[in-house]
């Protein structure tokens, strides 16, 4: 996964809030049991925390998004991206939205950009407080993604993922795929407060996995804003690879059965390993967001 060195980064698309705190709530979700029961019940990269009801709870202090930005002052070009990791999302999430721009444009409508929140340990939204136990979400009252990078370490040492860069970039292209949902209305399907293997909910984020396999395919072809050229240069099979393997690392049946010793289809949010493979598969294999209806 290779970026163009000279291309200039646009960190206005990401907040950096990661040594930031304000009085503010107390998630309720934290470390040990509380956050393990958490990833066992699907929050793990979905959408935003009031979900499962882990919103506001105290008073201890909550980062918020109204602070200084490090990558502001560290991420200038494409080849901070290649050698530095918050680098990167700036990088993939410039190239997310330049892709979905492109497509929305090409399809006759307007996108709405997303902002992607860097934070550490806890962060306040529009959808309440959370702590980093939820793992990486969208947010739809406030069309941002919250992003606390020390998940990625967690994906491979307590997930089994392979890791790599393009497995980062798949998580992040996952949230993007929620923000399109947001915005064609088909997010609030999975609100129903249903759960199990063909539940709303599931083929919601089975379709946000497609979505992160149509930005892959393209990504390479579509030309940035600012230069005209392509921001992502270089995308392997290797990489591609480690963004399946991610996908499988968090399937309901792969986290339930590492963390509860059981698989328990009816309280699946996310889909099976299986399932997120395929459908990631799918968008990338067709480029073709049309491709992939979930819902059918």
């Known amino acids: 996964m290779q970026f163009d060195d000279d291309a200039d980064l646009d960190t206005s698309e990401v907040k950096d809030v990661r040594n930031s705190r304000v009085p503010g709530g107390r998630a309720t979700v934290g470390g040990g049991i509380i956050g393990l029961i958490a990833l066992v019940l699907g929050v793990l990269f979905g959408v935003g925390p009031d979900q499962l009801g882990l919103t506001d709870g105290g008073d201890e202090p909550v980062a918020t998004s109204s602070s200084a930005a490090q990558v502001n002052q560290a991420c200038k070009k494409g080849s901070d991206a290649n050698t530095r990791e918050d680098c990167r999302i700036v990088a993939v999430v410039n190239s997310l939205q330049d892709f979905w721009r492109s497509e929305y444009a090409r399809r006759g409508g307007a996108y709405g950009n997303a902002a992607t929140v860097m934070f550490?340990?806890?962060?306040?939204?529009?959808?309440?407080?959370?702590?980093?136990?939820?793992?990486?979400?969208?947010?739809?009252?406030?069309?941002?993604?919250?992003?606390?990078l020390g998940f990625f370490e967690e994906l491979r040492t307590k997930f089994g993922s392979s890791g790599g860069p393009f497995a980062q970039a798949y998580v992040v292209a996952h949230e993007y795929g929620h923000h399109i949902q947001n915005l064609m209305g088909t997010l609030e399907r999975a609100q129903d407060g249903r759960t199990g293997a063909n539940s709303n909910a599931v083929r919601v984020e089975l379709q946000a996995d497609c979505y992160a396999g149509v930005w892959a395919r393209h990504a390479t072809t579509t030309p940035d804003d600012r230069t005209g050229r392509p921001l992502l240069t270089r995308l392997t099979d290797a990489d591609i690879q480690d963004g399946l393997d991610a996908a499988a690392a968090v399937g309901d049946d792969r986290i339930q059965e590492r963390f509860q010793g059981r698989v328990t289809p009816e309280n699946w949010t996310h889909g099976s390993a299986a399932q997120r493979q395929q459908w990631f598969h799918q968008g990338y294999r067709t480029g073709d967001m049309a491709r992939c209806n979930t819902f059918r």
């Open 120 to 148: 550490t340990q806890r962060v306040g939204t529009a959808c309440g407080s959370a702590t980093s136990a939820v793992g990486p979400f969208y947010c739809p009252g406030d069309r941002q993604v919250y992003l606390d």
